[in-house]
């Protein structure tokens, strides 16, 4: 199960219409020296070997210099536009830059200013809207509170409220508290596997989160069992209280690849894993 599933918040679920250059190693094949006299077998003086001699290493000290120079670049003669010719990061790369600077409540907050910042801030928003406790009273209204601009907050409280209600609830197998039954364990974790910008200003950002996850109650007699799912978020971020709040949010299904033809693990393994498992923060 994934946020917007069976109660339809969000809008229409699901309905919208080498990485690295080589080496560069450059090998520098001398000639071998052949067995016969191109000329009949006419001798050569000690003289003259030495000569040739010379001649061979001399050519062969110069070439390795040549090489040296090529692969060096960047030298003082190197022209200024050679250095904006460097590989660049491909889409999927991560950025280096450090997503968040604190958190609030367990979740990241203190994102940058920029168009990184911004898918940083959406995938761990994703990971928050989707977990266990969206399911609980108290720890929704802190999650509602920390992740949305003022403005919407009472509006989102509300709309959740309404859609995490008891009937909700039960089909999941979960008290008034969004707990399981004693001997069960909802699961409920999600894992961005990418983000993409489709919009973006100084104030403002349009952020789709593609997800997978898992989730469902784990537990011998579970009427709920915990299965995967793939998903898209999209997010619309806006920047307040200098920082990347969410101003609304949507979700679709997939991209969903084949499944593995993989044994599924017991409950009793599920509801460890998630116990014994930490989660991340997340960044561009």
């Excluded at 084949?258 to 894993?273: G, Q, Y």
Aim: with cysteine; aromatic share 8%.
């Amino acid at each position: 199960m994934s946020l917007g599933d069976d109660h339809g918040y969000g809008g229409e679920p699901g309905r919208t219409s080498d990485g690295f250059g080589g080496s560069g190693q450059t090998r520098t094949r001398l000639p071998g020296s052949a067995d016969a006299d191109i000329y009949g077998g006419a001798r050569r003086t000690g003289r003259s070997s030495s000569r040739s001699l010379i001649t061979v290493v001399g050519v062969v000290v110069l070439l390795i210099a040549a090489i040296a120079f090529a692969n060096q670049g960047g030298g003082a003669d190197t022209p200024p536009e050679a250095a904006d010719k460097a590989p660049k990061a491909q889409p999927t790369a991560p950025s280096g830059v450090r997503p968040v600077k604190g958190n609030a409540g367990g979740i990241p907050t203190g994102y940058a200013r920029d168009e990184q910042g911004a898918q940083s801030a959406a995938a761990n928003y994703a990971v928050a809207l989707v977990s266990a406790d969206i399911l609980k009273p108290a720890p929704r209204r802190a999650i509602v509170r920390q992740l949305f601009v003022p403005a919407k907050v009472p509006e989102l409280e509300s709309k959740l409220d309404q859609a995490y209600d008891q009937t909700f609830l039960d089909k999941l197998g979960l008290d008034a508290n969004g707990n399981a039954a004693p001997g069960m364990t909802y699961v409920s974790r999600t894992a961005p596997v990418g983000t993409k910008v489709t919009g973006y200003t100084d104030t403002s950002a349009t952020v789709e989160v593609w997800c997978t996850g898992v989730f469902g109650t784990a537990g011998v007699s579970s009427t709920n069992p915990v299965t995967n799912d793939w998903f898209t978020m999209t997010l619309q971020l806006r920047w307040a209280d200098s920082d990347w709040k969410v101003e609304n949010f949507s979700q679709k299904d997939g991209p969903a690849p084949v499944n593995a033809d993989r044994t599924a693990s017991n409950a009793d393994e599920i509801a460890k894993a998630v116990e014994q498992y930490g989660g991340f923060t997340y960044a561009r």
